[in-house]
């Protein structure tokens, strides 16, 4: 038993380093770089196993021509030889001067999915057929650079992001099996995709409005029927039709109404102490929750997590940023 699970180990760690030397190769010969133009140096091709099919049956031919002495047979076995020769010229040039350049990459909450946006552009006046990207094992997207897209494209390729923070990709496979199937032309390219990860949101119950006051400031008592809004109810019966939530009821969410309140402090905090008793991620996921909850309300809302604290506010780019620094809060040197 010792013996076997020492070979096994012995064949992973010489696959591991087998990998890695050939990484330390790709990124000599492919380096990483927003905009790769394919040419003989970034270019593989190899016989599919349709083209291997292919083969099999010229042999075939050629045996069974040699058997019988039959010459239609050898000319149709060597038409496909000569066919066979050319198909991976055909297959390399369809690749060969394509330009791939990264456009834009959109930050993404831990558990979806990552795009990437791509330009695909012809250089010189050869059309490129049936070109498909992908991050394996994803499908990826297959797409033509021809004329009728006026010698571009653009493409957006996605793959799944799990962990929180800035997240490196892997290289992007660019390949081609045009015209015939029977070779396949690719490339292993880095376009230098960085993902921001969100942390992935998780209820952590209703907006905490009014529950963290700042240093030197005093929470208000709350008088019903004032004129600050100071969030949504559950609509009852009797309550005033002028006061539904029918933004948020066209949303898709359950009627609410919107409660009102005089001598109250309108701000609402995300604080890191209202978590405690939660691990760090946790902790995270909630308060991304309710960044999101309270831009659906329309609610100016500020952050205070050890180290920061981000004065209320609203909008897309207070969103960002907001979620910027949850994304990118270390794990270590933080107290539970």
Not at 26 to 45: E, G, I, N, Y
Not at 150 to 179: L, N, T, Y
Request: proline share 6%; glycine share 10%.
């Amino acid at each position: 038993m010792s013996s076997q699970s020492s070979s096994t180990n012995s064949r992973w760690w010489q696959s591991a380093r087998w990998r890695e030397r050939g990484q330390r190769w790709l990124s000599r010969r492919l380096p990483p770089a927003q905009s790769v133009t394919l040419d003989h140096r970034k270019l593989f091709v190899l016989p599919t196993g349709a083209g291997l099919a292919f083969l099999l049956v010229i042999t075939l031919l050629w045996l069974l021509g040699t058997n019988y002495e039959n010459n239609l047979v050898f000319a149709l076995a060597f038409l496909l030889v000569g066919l066979l020769a050319i198909m991976p010229v055909h297959t390399f040039a369809n690749l060969a001067g394509l330009k791939l350049q990264l456009l834009d990459v959109e930050p993404v909450f831990a558990g979806d999915f990552g795009q990437a946006k791509i330009r695909l552009t012809k250089t010189g006046k050869r059309n490129h057929e049936r070109i498909r990207l992908h991050w394996p094992p994803e499908e990826g997207v297959t797409v033509d650079v021809d004329d009728s897209v006026e010698g571009e494209g653009e493409v957006r390729i996605s793959m799944p992001v799990v962990q929180r923070g800035r997240v490196k990709a892997p290289r992007v496979r660019v390949d081609s099996r045009f015209p015939l199937g029977v070779f396949q032309c690719w490339s292993w390219v880095d376009l230098d995709v960085e993902f921001l990860v969100y942390p992935q949101p998780k209820s952590a119950g209703p907006l905490p409005i009014g529950a963290s006051v700042g240093e030197g400031e005093q929470q208000q008592q709350l008088a019903a029927g004032g004129d600050d809004f100071i969030g949504l109810k559950t609509y009852r019966p009797g309550d005033s039709l002028r006061h539904v939530a029918w933004k948020q009821f066209a949303g898709g969410r359950d009627l609410n109404s919107k409660e009102y309140a005089t001598g109250s402090d309108t701000r609402l905090w995300l604080d890191w102490d209202l978590l405690a008793g939660r691990d760090i991620e946790t902790r995270l996921s909630n308060l991304c929750a309710w960044v999101l909850e309270a831009e659906r309300a329309q609610l100016p809302y500020g952050l205070r997590l050890p180290g920061h604290t981000i004065a209320p506010g609203m909008g897309r780019a207070h969103k960002q940023k907001v979620l910027g620094i949850l994304a990118l809060f270390p794990v270590h040197g933080v107290s539970q």
